[in-house]
């Protein structure tokens, strides 16, 4: 078919209650009210326009080539799609909701055709996320794998569905996207769940984990290994491309991983989350680590795993609309590369999720008060262990350390002024002189730097606040900071909830920093809560 990007909007709808074809009937269809296509076109020219100025310029100055209408299994109008064409090539498509129910757009790719292209208006069906048939003599066929929907499964379309509705928050006027890059999509092989999986795999196995895939292995033998460790009934690809077989059972995804993990020579912590959401989906990405997500037993869907890559969220002021989309690679080689799907409307297929966290330090168990951060710096390769299996959680951290976990989280641009006098023989030479062309760190009267020297709470208080541009929210002012030189920058800090106290309304400014403790302080300076409210001290 074709490989693009696609972006399935929001959507909380009802499909259809009874079926068009003459022998399928289900129940009374709700009433709704449905969208014109003079509606439609206005909301897909909306969206191009936001699309092409927040994340996709290509879009701009494209047009619509064609429209077609879009049923779902009732015969009732479900969507528009509207192809989108520049400069006579194919740059994807939008499919807009054709009803008042749910988000105003449902689908949409950035390139090639759409998935409709043979397909006549009156034997389009589409009954949500990557979910595209047709009706062909009185038969309803799945077009992605060529198969023939039955009739039990058509009538029971809707009963494997979770009906809890996921709320997502995005702020106004904001356009956030975080995307792990890198992230392979293998063709399906063997199973959905061992595919899915050597997609992780292969990503860590590139990050740090070697031994994971050697050089002369390919991706077929890798995904055949992941499928002998997980008990997957191992399947097969016709000819024709129709896949049968490749089961996996869930209780043994998580101990295959571990087998597979431990015998190439590393530890790994895998969890099986059965209480999947949007928000811890966003944390695992967030921290770096791509996520296998297992959907329900659907007629469609089947027993599917996919990878979790990114996620995107989007304010439509013209809609008021706030869109939270997770960025997929799927196994399937006739759908695009990389697909985005709508969290709420998503969530209905969502089983569960199996995490990966390679990050396993001897010094940080589980438990650790700061494991969520450190792992987090781990993952987005911020700050790092020794090498030799400890972190250095209790070390202190020298001012060159700091200089360097800055550098990799804010990527400054690189200079050659120096205007220090001790910095030659350190590792970290260059990341000390690009913050300092910043104005992240200050050069003093001697033009030293200290790189050696451990970084102090004050210091740290300073460089953050500089760092993320913090601004004082409240004139709380801790007993030991009144005319200290850092004072303001402390305010900053603890009114901003990255820093407390150390007790007794002290904040410390001449005591040591750990690594552990820059974890967390670095943590919440990344993730800023911009709601936060400070107490009074």
Known sequence: MYKGKILIAAAVFSIGLSLFDANISIAEEKSTRFVSEEDAKYKAKVYMANVSKQSYPQWEGAQFRETKILHDFNGSVRGYLFQVKKENKDFGYIIVNGTDTGSSILESTREGSNPYKD??????????????????????????????????????????????????????????????????????????????????????????????????????????????????????????????????????????????????????????????????????????????????????YKDHSITGIGFEEMYMPEFNEKLSNIIIHDTWDETPVEIMLDYNESSKYIRNFVTINPFNFIDVPKGHWAYEQI????????????????????????????????????????????????????????????????????????????????????????????AFDLKVKANYEFNDMKGHWANEYVKALYSNGIANGIGNKNFGPSANVTREQMAMFLYKAINLDPNYIPTPI
């Open 119 to 300: 397909v006549s208006e009156s034997e389009a069906i589409y009954s949500g996320p990557i979910q595209y048939a047709k009706k062909a003599d009185g038969k309803f066929i799945d077009i992605l794998r060529d198969e023939v929907i039955s009739k039990n499964d058509a009538e029971n379309i809707n009963q494997e569905l979770n009906e809890k509705k996921v709320t997502t928050a995005t702020s106004e006027n904001t356009y956030v996207e975080k995307k792990i890059n890198n992230v392979p999509d293998y063709t399906w092989y063997k199973g959905y769940t061992p595919t899915a999986t050597a997609n992780v795999v292969s990503y860590w196995a590139k990050n740090g984990f070697p031994n994971l895939l050697q050089s002369y292995e390919g991706s077929n033998q890798l995904i055949e290994n992941l499928a002998k460790d997980m008990g997957t009934i191992q399947g097969n690809r016709s000819p024709e491309g129709k896949v049968s077989g490749g089961q996996t059972e869930m209780s043994k995804i998580v101990p295959g991983l571990n087998k597979y993990w431990n015998y190439r020579g590393y530890d790994v912590t895998g969890e099986l989350n059965d209480k999947p959401s949007y928000e811890k989906y966003k944390k695992e990405i967030n921290a770096g680590r791509p996520i296998i997500i297992n959907t329900l037993n659907h007629f469609m």
């Open 375 to 466: 792992t987090y710096m781990a993952g987005n390769k911020i700050m790092t262990g020794y090498g030799n299996g400890y972190f250095g959680a209790q070390d202190n951290m020298t001012r060159e350390q700091l200089a360097a976990f800055l550098y990799r989280h804010l990527k400054p641009v690189d200079t050659y002024e120096n205007p220090y006098g001790d910095i030659n023989d350190s590792p970290f030479k260059k990341e000390i002189l690009a913050l300092t062309k910043r104005g992240i760190f200050s050069v003093n009267s001697e033009k030293k730097f200290n790189p050696k020297n451990t970084a102090t709470r004050a210091e740290i208080a300073a460089v953050l606040t500089k």
